[in-house]
């Protein structure tokens, strides 16, 4: 809330965006402002409308209304191939009949730069992505990550203002995924360009972004920093979709004191008014197991397992089954107590229908 | 092992019996006289005015109805790739149901059509235009060959075309390229394939037909076909019938090879 109008210009504006197919409507009044050298990333799960955003960016799909504004200009209706923008597609999509150099090459020579620009550029875009002496090999005889790789020096040898990826290292497997996204942000960092990343991989998105739009449903759920996102989340959605957390219903007793599981709890957050039913969200490694007489909430551990960093526990309480993450072990059938610091515990408005939990968030 | 080898044997008898033998049949009838000693000579009748007349007239007829058949199925199935699965496939059946009915009787259609005192004179004389029945004419020939052998330029298109991803197509959009460059630059490159197997399975069987031009042709117009027909039906003489055979079936290797080598360009660069 409020992102657009603390930062400089933005470089990407989508304005009231709307787009179904067959009846069916993907994204509903849709408002994002992008700005300059951002990682952004749309974050929801499949069909929650983040990759047709993405692919109306860059000119793929045309939204039924609604403008979207790139540097001051209104390319709604521009085709792809006039938008100063460079696409990464989910599975690479090479040129299978052309080598890697002819596939760098391709955006440049359409652009018809001089041969020795283009040589220079292809030496420079390979060195880039740590991929020299490929030049004259064909794609299908390179790995899943070194196809991506060609793919992102096949966009960036274009010097586009923003970069568009979309699911980029989905095909990948976990060992790659995680080299390639350190590679990502060195990239963003040393091309200094703007980087808008599709993804429904919450893990990846906290890695990488400067900000994370969360979207569901075609709409925006939330939209900030990392941290922001993860230690508070504006929804039950949010709070589920990023991460593990216990997301209790409770009331909202006066400011700064709510009651979850019968207890009494401090908690920081103030403005909801008084006897107000709201949704609280405690991540689990923010619940911390004491001692059974410590605290008024008591309860038994009743599951364990371990997962290397932490231990994984589940604590039966005031009628919630609570997630625990601790490095401390407390054995089945521990009777324990809860405590939680008071700014560890999230409150969030309940939503009264299934329309409000997908609330746009309004500029 | 031993197993997999038994469930060939059908196969290889099959193959055995319909295939080589004939081939050697041809091959020895070919090369040899009524009396049964060796000649090249029913090789050599090719270069007589009549046959290489047929037979050039053939290779004319056959390129040409290739190159009708190339220009009209692959717009065609370029606008059926960008509909959707269902519509396009729809649309293929339609080109495809004249298949099912027999080849012949397809052609006789088109002969009572098109002869003097067919549906089209009555039609063309209902409202006063006349009408010069194209029949015994090349266009006649041209259009049973691009009529009966179209689906089969269709169908490899089609199915090249859709099947290409969609995203290396958007990348070429993306990366500047206008419709028309990445129609050549990428689209006409990948669809190369099916434009080989389309041309081979145009150009051969209308470059060997002998019932299109009997029928439409009005016995007015020989091709390489009919002479062997006649050879083997009428003169009663398989041997010079076989010689023929063995000539055109070299033009056929020849294009084959000529057209792989292009697919091989385009096959062992794309895959």
């Given at each position: 809330?409020?992102?657009?109008?603390?930062?400089?210009?933005?470089?990407?504006?989508?304005?009231?965006?709307?787009?179904?197919?067959?009846?069916?409507?993907?994204?509903?009044?849709?408002?994002?402002?992008?700005?300059?050298?951002?990682?952004?990333?749309?974050?929801?799960?499949?069909?929650?409308?983040?990759?047709?955003?993405?692919?109306?960016?860059?000119?793929?799909?045309?939204?039924?209304?609604?403008?979207?504004?790139?540097?001051?200009?209104?390319?709604?209706?521009?085709?792809?191939?006039?938008?100063?923008?460079?696409?990464?597609?989910?599975?690479?999509?090479?040129?299978?009949?052309?080598?890697?150099?002819?596939?760098?090459?391709?955006?440049?020579?359409?652009?018809?730069?001089?041969?020795?620009?283009?040589?220079?550029?292809?030496?420079?875009?390979?060195?880039?992505?740590?991929?020299?002496?490929?030049?004259?090999?064909?794609?299908?005889?390179?790995?899943?990550?070194?196809?991506?790789?060609?793919?992102?020096?096949?966009?960036?040898?274009?010097?586009?203002?923003?970069?568009?990826?979309?699911?980029?290292l989905g095909a990948l497997d976990l060992k790659l995924r995680q080299d390639m996204q350190y590679e990502l942000i060195r990239l963003k960092n040393e091309l200094g360009i703007t980087f808008i990343y599709v993804t429904h991989d919450q893990e990846e998105a906290l890695t990488m972004s400067d900000t994370i739009v969360v979207m569901n449903q075609g709409y925006i759920q939330q939209m900030g920093s990392p941290e922001t996102i993860y230690n508070e989340p504006e929804n039950a959605f949010v709070a589920?979709?990023?991460?593990?957390?216990?997301?209790?219903?409770?009331?909202?007793?006066?400011?700064?004191?709510?009651?979850?599981?019968?207890?009494?709890?401090?908690?920081?957050?103030?403005?909801?008014?008084?006897?107000?039913?709201?949704?609280?969200?405690?991540?689990?490694?923010?619940?911390?197991?004491?001692?059974?007489?410590?605290?008024?909430?008591?309860?038994?551990?009743?599951?364990?397992?371990?997962?290397?960093?932490?231990?994984?526990?589940?604590?039966?309480?005031?009628?919630?089954?609570?997630?625990?993450?601790?490095?401390?072990?407390?054995?089945?059938?521990?009777?324990?107590?809860?405590?939680?610091?008071?700014?560890?515990?999230?409150?969030?408005?309940?939503?009264?229908?299934?329309?409000?939990?997908?609330?746009?968030?309004?500029? | 092992?031993?197993?997999?080898?038994?469930?060939?044997?059908?196969?290889?008898?099959?193959?055995?019996?319909?295939?080589?033998?004939?081939?050697?049949?041809?091959?020895?009838?070919?090369?040899?006289?009524?009396?049964?000693?060796?000649?090249?000579?029913?090789?050599?009748?090719?270069?007589?005015?009549?046959?290489?007349?047929?037979?050039?007239?053939?290779?004319?007829?056959?390129?040409?109805?290739?190159?009708?058949?190339?220009?009209?199925?692959?717009?065609?199935?370029?606008?059926?790739?960008?509909?959707?699965?269902?519509?396009?496939?729809?649309?293929?059946?339609?080109?495809?149901?004249?298949?099912?009915?027999?080849?012949?009787?397809?052609?006789?259609?088109?002969?009572?059509?098109?002869?003097?005192?067919?549906?089209?004179?009555?039609?063309?004389?209902?409202?006063?235009?006349?009408?010069?029945?194209?029949?015994?004419?090349?266009?006649?020939?041209?259009?049973?060959?691009?009529?009966?052998?179209?689906?089969?330029?269709?169908?490899?298109?089609?199915?090249?075309?859709?099947?290409?991803?969609?995203?290396?197509?958007?990348?070429?959009?993306?990366?500047?390229?206008?419709?028309?460059?990445?129609?050549?630059?990428?689209?006409?490159?990948?669809?190369?394939?099916?434009?080989?197997?389309?041309?081979?399975?145009?150009?051969?069987?209308?470059?060997?037909?002998?019932?299109?031009?009997?029928?439409?042709?009005?016995?007015?117009?020989?091709?390489?076909?009919?002479?062997?027909?006649?050879?083997?039906?009428?003169?009663?003489?398989?041997?010079?019938?076989?010689?023929?055979?063995?000539?055109?079936?070299?033009?056929?290797?020849?294009?084959?090879?000529?057209?792989?080598?292009?697919?091989?360009?385009?096959?062992?660069?794309?895959?």
């Amino acid at each position: 809330m409020g992102i657009g109008e603390t930062m400089k210009t933005p470089l990407i504006d989508l304005v009231n965006i709307s787009k179904s197919y067959d009846g069916q409507l993907i994204i509903d009044d849709l408002n994002l402002s992008i700005r300059e050298n951002e990682f952004v990333t749309l974050l929801g799960p499949s069909g929650c409308g983040k990759t047709t955003t993405l692919r109306m960016i860059g000119g793929f799909e045309h939204p039924d209304t609604g403008k979207i504004i790139f540097d001051g200009q209104d390319i709604t209706s521009l085709p792809a191939y006039k938008r100063q923008l460079n696409t990464v597609f989910q599975k690479y999509a090479l040129f299978p009949h052309m080598t890697i150099s002819e596939n760098i090459a391709f955006g440049l020579k359409i652009k018809g730069k001089s041969k020795t620009y283009i040589n220079d550029k292809i030496k420079y875009a390979l060195n880039l992505v740590n991929l020299k002496g490929y030049e004259n090999r064909m794609p299908d005889r390179l790995s899943g990550g070194q196809q991506q790789r060609i793919a992102i020096a096949r966009a960036i040898v274009n010097e586009p203002k923003v970069l568009l990826l979309d699911e980029p290292l989905g095909a990948l497997d976990l060992k790659l995924r995680q080299d390639m996204q350190y590679e990502l942000i060195r990239l963003k960092n040393e091309l200094g360009i703007t980087f808008i990343y599709v993804t429904h991989d919450q893990e990846e998105a906290l890695t990488m972004s400067d900000t994370i739009v969360v979207m569901n449903q075609g709409y925006i759920q939330q939209m900030g920093s990392p941290e922001t996102i993860y230690n508070e989340p504006e929804n039950a959605f949010v709070a589920d979709f990023i991460g593990e957390s216990n997301i209790i219903g409770g009331t909202m007793l006066e400011d700064k004191l709510v009651e979850i599981c019968g207890t009494k709890f401090a908690c920081v957050d103030t403005g909801f008014g008084k006897n107000k039913p709201v949704d609280v969200v405690i991540r689990p490694e923010d619940v911390e197991l004491k001692p059974e007489d410590t605290n008024p909430l008591k309860g038994v551990v009743t599951h364990l397992i371990f997962k290397g960093v932490h231990y994984e526990m589940e604590v039966q309480a005031g009628g919630f089954e609570w997630l625990v993450h601790s490095t401390q072990m407390f054995p089945i059938g521990t009777k324990v107590s809860i405590y939680v610091d008071p700014f560890n515990i999230q409150i969030m408005n309940k939503p009264e229908s299934e329309d409000e939990e997908a609330v746009g968030i309004d500029e | 092992m031993n197993k997999k080898k038994w469930l060939s044997t059908p196969y290889l008898i099959w193959m055995i019996a319909f295939t080589v033998i004939p081939l050697l049949l041809i091959g020895y009838y070919g090369f040899t006289t009524r009396d049964g000693s060796f000649t090249i000579q029913n090789i050599t009748a090719i270069f007589s005015p009549a046959h290489s007349k047929a037979l050039l007239k053939s290779l004319y007829l056959s390129l040409l109805c290739t190159v009708v058949c190339l220009l009209l199925a692959y717009p065609l199935a370029l606008i059926l790739k960008n509909k959707n699965v269902g519509q396009g496939g729809f649309v293929i059946m339609i080109f495809i149901l004249p298949m099912w009915m027999n080849f012949l009787l397809r052609t006789y259609a088109w002969l009572n059509l098109l002869d003097d005192g067919g549906i089209i004179e009555r039609i063309f004389s209902l409202v006063n235009i006349p009408y010069q029945s194209i029949i015994g004419t090349d266009a006649a020939i041209i259009l049973g060959m691009v009529y009966n052998f179209l689906p089969f330029m269709i169908l490899p298109l089609f199915n090249v075309l859709t099947k290409m991803d969609e995203n290396v197509i958007n990348a070429a959009s993306d990366l500047g390229a206008n419709s028309f460059q990445t129609f050549i630059k990428i689209i006409l490159p990948l669809s190369l394939p099916g434009i080989v197997s389309g041309i081979t399975m145009v150009f051969v069987p209308s470059l060997t037909t002998f019932v299109i031009s009997d029928l439409l042709g009005a016995r007015k117009i020989m091709l390489i076909g009919n002479i062997i027909e006649q050879e083997f039906s009428i003169a009663d003489n398989r041997h010079l019938g076989s010689g023929l055979s063995l000539v055109l079936m070299i033009f056929i290797l020849a294009s084959m090879a000529l057209i792989n080598r292009y697919d091989k360009n385009g096959e062992g660069n794309a895959f």
